[in-house]
């Protein structure tokens, strides 16, 4: 073992210990809609209760629904979706919802709502919002192997967001057939406003000669395979790297001329900031889970296109 890395494998312990102090999760409500009454649809002016897993899906349901629509996130902010697990009170809040739009990527909280939905309340509509987007697999580690476990990230990419909001709207039409026309004209404003951000992206990294960035929870896979870019993560299977495994990241970094490190607001960043010191680089953050997606989606392409040569 190589003597430089021991004040790395400090950093890795303090990191992780910070990382276990600042994940409890949230203490406000998250669910904004508590009427204790199903809304009931066309006609009654009352908006329709839309659950939804992360608050981009949020940003489409409402994009695609307008006025006729209230939604209930069920991951909060701030909280990590991969180990969430909402409250009984959440659970009966958002029980309320006439539809409830899932990743559709056989995350096991997802497994969990659809269970309990579908017992506590058989008339749910479920929307599942991956449907007709090529999924792939969870892209882990140094060597960027791809496991089997799939990737979640889906909305990452405008091309799948597309997709999630045109599921979204076959689920509204579904289940307030009234108001279809007016779903129609708001998806397809929406999806409008989807091209060209994907064309402003596709601009902004055209030419770009170095296609590798380092990113500490790999939220960004299909952002990269639509945009051409590879991305290596720093966490290892949902953990922290060793400090082996962090010597390897530096290797690697130096290697693909890699200069920054992305970190998003819900992980840990000392290992990133390890990464970092090591190459002579920075830690940049960026969100995967914002909720105004297209002006996210713009800054994070900026900052991208700012850290690749
Ligand atoms: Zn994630």
Redesign the pocket.
């Known amino acids: 073992m190589n003597l430089k890395i021991l004040p790395l494998l400090v950093l890795l312990i303090i990191g992780l210990s910070l990382f276990a102090s600042g994940c409890t999760g949230p203490s406000n409500s998250h669910i904004n809609e508590s009427t204790g009454q199903k809304a009931e649809v066309t006609g009654s002016g009352e908006p329709i209760i839309v659950a939804v897993s992360l608050l981009p899906q949020a940003e489409f349901v409402e994009k695609v629904g307008g006025d006729k629509v209230k939604t209930v996130v069920i991951i909060p902010p701030g909280a990590?979706?991969?180990t969430y697990e909402p409250s009984p009170r959440e659970l009966g809040e958002a029980s309320e919802a006439r539809m409830y739009v899932t990743v559709g990527t056989d995350m096991p909280f997802e497994k969990v709502w659809i269970d309990r939905f579908e017992s506590i309340n058989s008339g749910t509509l479920i929307v599942n919002s991956s449907n007709g987007i090529k999924l792939r697999g969870l892209v882990e580690g140094e060597n960027g192997k791809a496991h089997e476990e799939l990737d979640?990230?889906i909305w990452t990419s405008p091309v799948n967001a597309k997709i999630m909001v045109e599921n979204v709207y076959e689920g509204l039409a579904k289940i307030d057939p009234g108001n279809k026309t007016y779903y129609a004209q708001n998806r397809d404003a929406y999806l409008k406003e989807l091209d060209a951000l994907d064309s402003r992206i596709r601009e902004k990294l055209e030419g770009k000669k170095e296609r590798n960035f380092m990113v500490y929870?790999?939220?960004w896979g299909y952002f990269a395979a639509d945009y051409n870019l590879t991305m290596i993560p720093v966490e290892i299977e949902g953990k922290e790297p060793s400090a082996e495994d962090l010597a390897k990241l530096v290797d690697l970094a130096k290697e693909k001329h890699v200069k920054v490190i992305f970190v998003q607001p819900?992980s840990s960043t000392q290992s990133a900031k390890a990464v970092a010191e090591e190459i002579g680089g920075e830690v940049v953050a960026v969100d995967?889970l914002a909720k105004d997606y297209i002006a996210n989606m713009d800054n994070v392409s900026d900052i991208f296109a700012r850290n690749l040569v």
Do not use: E, T
Request: without cysteine.
């Open positions: 990590d979706p991969h979640p990230h929870h790999p939220s819900q995967p």
